[in-house]
């Protein structure tokens, strides 16, 4: 007989199925191979999860006919009960002389229950009868009290703890940190998460980045927004879309990233979509002619064949600081074209949301209502290596860093001084800058 896979659990039918069985009296044999399992499957199951019925008297005992005692429980209502204790449950722990009694058809019946007995409703002997609507609750709990825990020893989780912690409170993921301490863990990301939201580490939930949701964003005041004036012939975005479905070149997105409205002090940033690798320069404000500057200084940094190699493509929003389209593709050294611009549709931010989404990496170093004046070139570049060197689940464990090294040339990295940090000491929270500059305190205030 062929049996059922192994690991698979009797389901709800295949309970049913034996409680009907065993009303017919079948043998454990005979439903085993009606179910195809093995014996000894079946007789668990019904050793398991079978129910006591237990008389309420003492119809049991051997002396049960002829007994006639009274009070032999001696309690302060005794005196006023009228029945025989013969007739009272309680009675077999108080009287001496009770012998228990068997059935012969139970003796007699392999399977242990009394499924299959016409008299099992008016039984007074104590029994076992196999219910499977109870048998099959019992057994979702028991399978969800198992997978409840963790089959990590103390020693192991101390371990596990002693590695995790000291990196979650550096603003690590999870999933960073197992792309680098995997092996020496020995669990995976999902158990080093059940690990963290069930309290076993000294790591807890709300360390975690995403642990707590973000506020709604508010909308924008129609009236104190001006909206970008340029001609944009040859640049909007179904111009982008032609372009790229002829042209075979890597993508670049721009954006800026502010501090507080008092501050003139503004990032630019520069995200290549394929190894998610992002540059941020620091601007002395937000207009156009900053942004033409910031654009100039990574030039003159490369040069102008390796900035035309390294950015042939740039797509950016509409706002105002984006409207010297020709200042930001002409060459700051030779004066021709050194790279090509296009926008995302209106109120689209999402045609660059990569670059976007990167931004909240920043925002974990640098939070949301942090004045960015107090910041130099150094400190945003040393910002900037951390983000780079963080693992991602999106480049299967490698950081943009790593991959970024495939697609951009050697001289990318040097020349714009981007470091490499290592896995243990990439450090995302406001503590990694206010270290060096005692500008802003650990917990982002």
């Known amino acids: 007989m062929a049996y059922r896979p192994s690991g698979r659990h009797l389901t709800e039918a295949d309970r049913g199925a034996i409680e009907g069985y065993l009303k017919e009296g079948r043998s454990i044999r005979y439903i085993a191979n009606l179910l195809h399992c093995a014996p000894s499957t079946i007789s668990r199951e019904i050793r398991s999860h079978s129910k006591t019925i237990s008389p309420k008297h003492c119809g049991d005992c051997v002396f049960f006919k002829d007994c006639t005692l009274r009070h032999i429980c001696h309690s302060s209502s005794a005196s006023r009960c009228r029945k025989l204790c013969k007739n009272c449950a ?23 229950v009394c499924n299959h007995c016409d ?40 371990r596990i703890s002693d590695i995790v912690t000291p990196l979650i409170a550096k603003g690590q993921s999870p999933y960073h940190i197992i792309q680098e301490h995997g092996k020496d863990l020995g669990i995976s990301e999902s158990t080093l998460r059940r690990l963290i939201d069930a309290g076993a580490l000294d790591a807890r939930r709300i360390d975690l980045r995403d642990a707590v949701k973000r506020k709604p964003r508010r909308k924008r005041n129609d009236n104190t927004y001006k909206k970008m004036q340029v001609i944009k012939d040859g640049h909007k975005y179904e111009d982008y879309l032609l372009y790229i479905q002829n042209n075979d070149v890597a993508e670049v997105q721009m954006d800026c990233v502010e501090g507080i409205r008092e501050d003139k002090a503004t990032l630019l940033t ?27 200084k990574i030039e003159i940094s490369l040069g102008p064949d390796l900035f035309k190699e390294c950015f042939p493509l740039i797509k950016t929003d509409n706002g105002r600081e984006f409207t010297d389209i020709e200042g930001m593709e002409r060459s700051c050294i030779t004066g021709e074209k050194r790279t090509r611009i296009f926008f995302c549709e209106p109120n689209r931010s999402d045609e660059k949301g990569a670059c976007e989404n990167n931004h909240k990496y920043i925002r974990y170093i640098i939070p949301k209502g942090t004045s960015l004046e107090p910041f130099n ?41 981007l470091t490499e940090i290592a896995p243990d000491d990439v450090n995302l929270t406001p503590s990694l800058l206010a270290k060096n500059r005692g500008l802003i305190s650990g917990d982002g205030s």
Request: glycine residues 6%; proline residues 4%.
């Open 90 to 112: 309680a009675a077999k722990k108080n009287c001496q002389d009770y012998t228990r009694s068997y059935c012969d058809i139970q003796l007699d019946n392999p399977t242990g």
């Open 119 to 158: 008299s099992r409703r008016n039984c007074h002997f104590e029994h076992q009868i196999y219910d499977a609507a109870k048998a099959q609750q019992e057994a979702r709990m028991s399978l969800h009290e198992i997978r409840k825990g963790f089959d990590i020893s103390d020693p192991h989780l101390k």
């Open 270 to 296: 520069l995200h290549f979509r394929e190894p998610h690798l992002q540059i941020a320069i620091i601007m002395d404000g937000q207009t156009a002619k900053d942004v033409v500057a910031a654009l100039d």
């Open 377 to 417: 070139q150094g400190d945003i570049s040393l910002m900037m290596d951390h983000i780079n060197s963080f693992a991602r689940k999106s480049l299967r464990g490698r950081s943009p860093y790593q991959v970024g090294k495939i697609f951009l040339p050697e001289d990318f990295f040097v020349l714009l001084g």
